[in-house]
């Protein structure tokens, strides 16, 4: 029996469903009041949805790193420019929350939760802040 027809069959059926990954969402959403800065993402897919893990920094007065994964039914990106974040609050403070995502091309926006796990300082360098220095007291 020759396996290789059915498999090439299924492999194109499952690379059908891949969807480009998402962005941050542009409108602004005052029931999301956190910024996130997402500096690395590793994604992956199946049948079930996107899977990942990455690094971002949660902006504000005091700019804490933080590790994350995820489970979502669209991936998303990272955010090339120092300007873009996506738009969160928190689910479980400290410890899971939701951002919002947004389809490219598109005005649909999605939700993802992501399980945080909290740094006392930040990943990426930010103006006013010296590579090094510690982050500001928290206020």
């Not at 020759?2 to 941050?24: D, K, S």
């Not at 994350?68 to 669209?74: A, I």
């Amino acid at each position: 029996m020759n396996l290789a027809a059915p498999a090439a069959i299924l492999l194109f059926a499952m690379m059908g469903q891949y969807e480009a990954p998402g962005v941050a969402s542009t409108a602004p959403n005052p029931d999301y009041p956190l910024h996130v800065r997402v500096l690395m993402n590793q994604r992956s897919h199946n049948r079930f949805g996107y899977h990942g893990f990455g690094r971002a920094d949660l902006l504000g007065p005091t700019i804490r790193g933080m590790d994350y994964t995820f489970d979502c039914e669209r991936g998303f990106m990272h955010n090339e420019h120092a300007d873009e974040f996506y738009q969160a609050r928190w689910k479980k403070p400290d410890q899971k929350m939701e951002i919002l995502v947004q389809k490219v091309g598109s005005d649909h926006v999605e939700k993802c939760t992501l399980e945080v796990t909290l740094k006392d300082g930040p990943y990426g360098r930010y103006r006013n802040q010296p590579a090094g220095a510690p982050p500001p007291p928290p206020q």
